[in-house]
């Protein structure tokens, strides 16, 4: 059984840092393209950012490009993203993602990933 486990969410001041992991068990997405999305409460789940199944490649949601760095440890399964200079806004859960599809390219909408986890709450105060 495929499971996408999310962890280090939390409370934090704006400005403050993060690292969200996503600890992937059940089958290996070293092939496979993984991002993160986020939802706040009354909003739709919105992308955050998608790396490339070898990590070459990564995007970002131009409202976390240049705050946010998002990377993979294909030999752990797991993948990480790195939230820097968080703002208020930022405030959400957030969702780790992956496509069932191997070596696919890079999709940044919800309805290209095929496995979610649970989700972690991300809170920013002011």
């Known amino acids: 059984q495929v499971q996408l486990v999310e962890s280090g969410g939390g409370l934090v001041q704006a400005g403050g840092s993060l690292r969200l992991s996503c600890a992937a068990s059940?089958?290996?997405?070293?092939?496979?393209?993984m991002g993160w999305f986020r939802q706040a409460p009354g909003k739709e789940r919105e992308f955050v950012a998608a790396?490339?199944?070898?990590?070459?490649?990564?995007y970002y949601a131009d409202s976390v490009k240049g705050r946010f760095t998002i990377s993979r440890d294909n030999a752990k399964n797991t993948l990480y993203l790195q939230m820097n200079s968080l703002k208020p806004e930022d405030t959400a859960v957030y969702y780790c993602?992956?496509?069932?599809?191997?070596?696919?390219?890079?999709?940044?909408?919800?309805?290209?990933?095929?496995?979610w986890g649970k989700g972690t709450l991300v809170t920013v105060s002011s």
């Open positions: 993602a992956a496509d069932r599809s191997r070596y696919s390219w890079v999709t940044t909408t919800p309805q290209g990933m095929d496995y």
């Open positions: 059940g089958r290996t997405f070293s092939s496979n393209v």
């Open positions: 790396i490339s199944w070898s990590g070459g490649s990564t």
